[in-house]
């Protein structure tokens, strides 16, 4: 009788994991769909979409591009220098040195002939840091601010940099990434668009490991050598490409990454920048925002750009993959409890009703019934409580519908954008799609679920060490000797604590 009680509870139990996997698979081909459609629709623009009117226009509104930075010694000179050729009409590049123990400073100094200025920066958003001095260049005419401060975290620096900003815009931009030279005109056309109705606009992040960079720019894409970032090219593709694409057309998106976002700076204020005690700050940013404007009943657009492109290192190791998705899913278990309150709540429209709820169910809840179905399905199996016809419906159901999920993303990005160029590249993210399935998404199901579990005990954020190792810096020809030595790229390993 006991185990009979025992058989039915697993086989009722796995029934429900396939019907879940059925769902969350199904949702992500709606959103796949729906990028698909506004791809379509962004492909029928690009031959008007303006930008060379833009970049020429009085009205395009200026923007701050705000870069923290915490001991970025080996590449922040090239990536300033990369930043400052950007092609927009009227902007600024903030950095924020965060308290760095390196020569991050000393570089820059160097480079750019910094002298230290007499400036008062507002406390608009609230700061833990102190400010120790403000330095522009002294001869160049580069639009350039260096703001040093007492170390306080990438959150801090960002708030100070909000504090320092003057223009309408800002852009929030990781001090290792390498942005495409059309980035801010693409990613800031919505506000000229409708300058009345958006407050942010999220720009996509890829993978650059294996690519090649020249004086701060990719130059060549290739996939990357090892199979471990070349499964992340996939997940980035599927889940923030194609996703949140998904999700802007809904108006319904939440997330915009702190890698490449921009916002309107007088709402940062107004919602006081962004929060200290929550490790996914940018995504509680965007939140924060919907919450905020909802209440106050405001008619407003956060929308998401597939075009521009931050390209960004993946983590090569499994250690450094594990520590990024453990603090991944606890920034989005704190931002659901932070939140809590406007889930299922209709005074918060499709946020509330829609977006929130699936986040709970699909984004926070899926690797802990992923984990449950890969130890239940086979305990069920081995019980009896379920047949062999059961668990290959669960196989093709879990892992077989995903992996058609992966092909039909690389087919809307390869008809859309064509990013990679070499036959032997889209076989790799071929392979790589199947491999997914084979031990990467059960091993970020176990560090999701313990991300989970430690928002849940609320242990110390700790975000560890980041190698980066990714994508290869050919040389440009070497300067005469009476010039300066152009710095080398970033190579060797990138101290992320307190940034």
Known sequence: MTGDWVRDLLHATDVFILTYFLVINSSYLVLIVLAGAEFVHHLRRVPFAGHEETYRSPLTQPISVLVPAYNESAGIVQSVQAMLALRYPVFEVIVIDDGSSDDTFARLEQEFGLVEVPRVVPDATPTRGGILSVHVPRDRPDPLVVVRKENGGKTDALNTGINVARHPLVCMVD??????????????????????????????????NGCTAVAGRIVDVRMPRRWLPRVQVVEYLRAFLLGRTGWSRLGGLLIISGAFGIFRRDLLVEVGGLAHDCIGEDAELVVRLHRHLRRQRRDYRIVFVAEPVS???????????GKQRRRWHRGIAEILRKHRGMIGNPRYGRIGL????????????APVIELAGVILVPLGLYAGAV?????????????????LLNLIALTVEEYSFRRYHRWTDLFAAVAASVLENLGYRQLTALWRTMGMW??????????????????????TQAPPPAAKEPATAREGARAESGS
């Open 175 to 208: 001090a290792d990434s390498i942005l495409d030279p059309q980035a801010l005109l693409s990613v800031a056309k919505p506000f000229s668009d409708d300058p009345v109705r958006t407050v942010a606009s999220g720009g996509v992040i890829r993978v650059a």
């Open 387 to 403: 047949d062999a016809r059961f668990a290959v419906v669960f196989v093709g159901v879990a892992y077989g519908y995903a992996l």
């Open 311 to 321: 390209w960004s290192e993946a983590p090569s190791t499994l250690k450094v993959l």
């Open 454 to 475: 430690s928002a849940i005990r609320g242990g110390k954020h700790v975000w560890g060490e980041m190698t980066r190792t990714g994508f290869q810096t050919v040389q």
């Open 354 to 365: 829609v977006a929130m709820p699936y986040y709970v169910l699909f984004e926070l809840l």
